[in-house]
Structure formats: structure tokens, C-alpha cells
């Protein structure tokens, strides 16, 4: 990927909105199980942070994917991984498809203002029955005169206690599971929507609710494009979401490493520094490879997708590397921390909290796996 001054500068102004915005905030905000998000929103929204790969009429600033992608990078030097997850599913997660393939009342009515940081977002796909099997869900919306009737539930959703609006994955019609789903905004302020908060071990920072629909009412304007190309516009959203993931990885997997260098040069056993061990000093070195590697796959994934070529294949590969990564990174750094990076505010502890979520959500590795096999050529032929 080709970083011109303009990435850098980009870069750069996401870097310090994140070391003087957030950082200081982190462990209160970890206590806490949530931020101020409409507060940081509409910060990050008078940067022009919010819509940078938007069309300039609805406040987006027309620049390409790779802006983004630097975007998320930077994200990586936050202390935590709630906060850029809040940030990313609002930029790069809920609203892909609204701006693509929205109506223009639809992207004057939510795209612009969640652009702004005037209303928060969120992607409403998994559901308690399943997640990775986006074929499956249960979710229904029924025509009613003008309207959707919207019942079912929706799991692990991240914003999901102070989201506005929701992009909901719902059944439209019988028929095929692929060919018979529609994307729609749902404002969650409709009678009939109620919400759940779900504590988790980690991504404390970021709030997560079970939303319920028991016969919400949306004017059938709402569909995202066509309706039945719900299952397909979701894909599309996936391969930016899991390119987000990989890209958000890269600086923060390099701060742990650069933090274990330091920590284990300075801790002293049997007369020398941890660090003077070559099992460790190889360890990290092998891991920083493996993180440039990372860097490099993704790199070319979003030169792939700027390019107009399918990136499934790419995306895929580069989610489930970035997935594994995160866990394998987070545990040999905490190890060489001993007793230290076993406790709860440890920077590494928390990492090796909130990294354990990269594995699944967005798609857990066994989708990865089956998706990239299946590109390959290497599935059974009744998996296929």
C-alpha cells in the first residue's frame, strides 16, 4: 500500500486524538464498561474522522479505502480495543452498505448525521442461535400496508445500548436462505425494540447488548437497495469489516512487543535481564516477523480491493492470521511478564482480553478457513 504525506498525516492526527482523547481515559472507562461515545463521536466527527471514505455531499471527505485502513492502524496505538471497536463498527461496519447501495433520502436521513457523530450505528447480523452462519438468522420482517414488521433478536452487538439506528440483517421473504434477506435501517427508537447489556471478559470499554424487535414497525423505505440482497451486500460489508480488523492489529500487536522488549530489559533473574535469554529475545523476534507479515498480507489486500478485484480470499486470510496472531502475541508477551502481566490493569493482560474477540467476531477462524478452502478448491464436494 502506498503511503503518500496524506496518509501520514492522517496518521498522525489519529495517533494524538488517541493518546490525548483516550488514553488518559482508559482505565476509567474499563471500570466503567462503557465511554462517553456520544461525546468521542462528535469529536471525532469534527476531524472528519467518521466518513473518510464517504461521499463529500453527505460530510464524508471522498477519499479512498487505504484512508481507512491508515485510520485503523492508528487506532492501534489506544491502550484498549473497545474503543477503536466502537469507532471501527460506526466507520467501517454498519455503514458500508447504506453508502453504497442506501436510497439518498436513506443516506440524508442516517448516513450524513452518523458521519457527523450526531447519531451512532450499529450492524445487526448475529443472532443467539448463531453467529458466523449468516444464512441462518432467524430475524423476520413482514409487509404490513407501507411498513416492515420487524420481530426477532440480535447478539453481540457492539454500540448496540446507544446506537440510534441499526443496519439489520432480516428475512424479507420465503425461498432460498441466500436470496431471501435485506438489509434495513432500523431507528431503535421504535416501540417494540428493548436492549440487554452482556458483560464480557474483555473489549470492557465497548458496550454490547442482545437487542430484541417484537413487531417494530419501519416504512418499507428503509430497505437497503434491492430487497432479497441483503445476504450479498452483507458479504461485501464483511470484507471491509475484516480488512478493519487486520489493519486495527498492526500497531497494536508492535506496542506489545515494544512494551515486553522494555519490560523484559529492565526485569533482572539470576543475575541478568530476561531479555538476555535468547529463548526470549528469539521468541520476540520471531513474532515481530510474523506481525510485518501480517502487515504485508493486509497491505496488499487493500491494494487488491482499491483495485476493484475480489479480496474474499485476502480479507479471509488476513482476518484469520490477524485473529491468531492477536492470541499468540498476547500470550508469549505475557508469559515473559510473569506475575506482573497476570494482573487485571496490566496493558497486556487486557490485550490478551480484548484480542481473544478477533477470532470470532467478524467471523470466527473456522469460517475463515472454510471460506479460503472452499476458493482453494480443497472443501468435499457436498460442502461446496
Known amino acids: 500500500m502506498l503511503f503518500t504525506p496524506e496518509h501520514r498525516q492522517l496518521a498522525d492526527v489519529v495517533t494524538r486524538f488517541v493518546v490525548q482523547e483516550l488514553n488518559p481515559h482508559v482505565p476509567a472507562?474499563?471500570?466503567?464498561?462503557?465511554?462517553?461515545?456520544?461525546?468521542?463521536?462528535?469529536?471525532?466527527?469534527?476531524?472528519?474522522?467518521?466518513?473518510?471514505?464517504?461521499?463529500?455531499?453527505?460530510?464524508?471527505?471522498?477519499?479512498?479505502?487505504?484512508?481507512?485502513?491508515?485510520?485503523?492502524?492508528?487506532?492501534?496505538?489506544?491502550?484498549?480495543?473497545?474503543?477503536?471497536?466502537?469507532?471501527?463498527?460506526?466507520?467501517?461496519?454498519?455503514?458500508?452498505?447504506?453508502?453504497?447501495?442506501?436510497?439518498?433520502?436513506?443516506?440524508?436521513?442516517?448516513?450524513?448525521?452518523?458521519?457527523?457523530?450526531?447519531?451512532?450505528?450499529?450492524?445487526?447480523?448475529?443472532?443467539?442461535?448463531?453467529?458466523?452462519?449468516?444464512?441462518?438468522?432467524?430475524?423476520?420482517?413482514?409487509?404490513?400496508?407501507?411498513?416492515?414488521?420487524?420481530?426477532?433478536?440480535?447478539?453481540?452487538?457492539?454500540?448496540?445500548?446507544?446506537?440510534?439506528?441499526?443496519?439489520?440483517?432480516?428475512n424479507t421473504s420465503e425461498g432460498a436462505a441466500h436470496k431471501n434477506k435485506s438489509l434495513i435501517v432500523v431507528p431503535l427508537d421504535r416501540p417494540g425494540v428493548t436492549r440487554q447489556k452482556i458483560r464480557k471478559i474483555g473489549m470492557n470499554a465497548s458496550d454490547t447488548a442482545q437487542l430484541f424487535f417484537d413487531g417494530v414497525r419501519v416504512p418499507q423505505r428503509h430497505v437497503i437497495g434491492q430487497e432479497g440482497m441483503g445476504f450479498v451486500f452483507q458479504m461485501l460489508q464483511f470484507q471491509e469489516e475484516r480488512l478493519w480488523g487486520a489493519a486495527s492489529s498492526l500497531k497494536s500487536l508492535d506496542r506489545l512487543i515494544d512494551l515486553t522488549i522494555a519490560y523484559t530489559r529492565d526485569r533482572k533473574t539470576f543475575g541478568k535481564s530476561v531479555l538476555d535469554n535468547q529463548v526470549v529475545h528469539f521468541r520476540l523476534a520471531e513474532l515481530r516477523c510474523e506481525v510485518e507479515a501480517l502487515r504485508s498480507l493486509t497491505y496488499r489486500a487493500v491494494e487488491t480491493y482499491l483495485a476493484g478485484q475480489d479480496v474474499t480470499k485476502l480479507a479471509s486470510m488476513a482476518k484469520l492470521k490477524c485473529g491468531r496472531l492477536s492470541r499468540e502475541v498476547a500470550d508469549a508477551c505475557l508469559q515473559y511478564w510473569g506475575g506482573m502481566g497476570y494482573t487485571w490493569d496490566n496493558p497486556i493482560s487486557r490485550a490478551f482480553r480484548d484480542g481473544r474477540l478477533t477470532s470470532i467476531g467478524g467471523g470466527a477462524d473456522e469460517i475463515m478457513l472454510g471460506i479460503i478452502c472452499k476458493l482453494e478448491g480443497t472443501l468435499p464436494k457436498a460442502a461446496r
Open 29 to 170: 472507562w474499563e471500570e466503567a464498561e462503557g465511554f462517553p461515545i456520544r461525546e468521542v463521536f462528535k469529536k471525532l466527527g469534527a476531524l472528519d474522522l467518521l466518513g473518510l471514505k464517504y461521499p463529500t455531499e453527505y460530510g464524508g471527505s471522498g477519499l479512498d479505502f487505504s484512508y481507512s485502513m491508515t485510520m485503523a492502524e492508528a487506532l492501534g496505538a489506544c491502550d484498549c480495543g473497545g474503543l477503536p471497536m466502537a469507532i471501527g463498527v460506526q466507520s467501517d461496519m454498519s455503514t458500508p452498505a447504506l453508502a453504497r447501495f442506501g436510497s439518498e433520502e436513506l443516506k440524508r436521513e442516517f448516513l450524513a448525521p452518523s458521519i457527523a457523530g450526531d447519531l451512532i450505528s450499529c450492524l445487526g447480523v448475529s443472532e443467539p442461535g448463531g453467529g458466523s452462519d449468516v444464512a441462518a438468522v432467524k430475524t423476520t420482517a413482514r409487509k404490513v400496508g407501507g411498513d416492515y414488521v420487524i420481530d426477532g433478536s440480535k447478539m453481540w452487538i457492539t454500540n448496540g445500548m446507544t446506537a440510534d439506528w441499526c443496519c439489520l440483517l432480516a
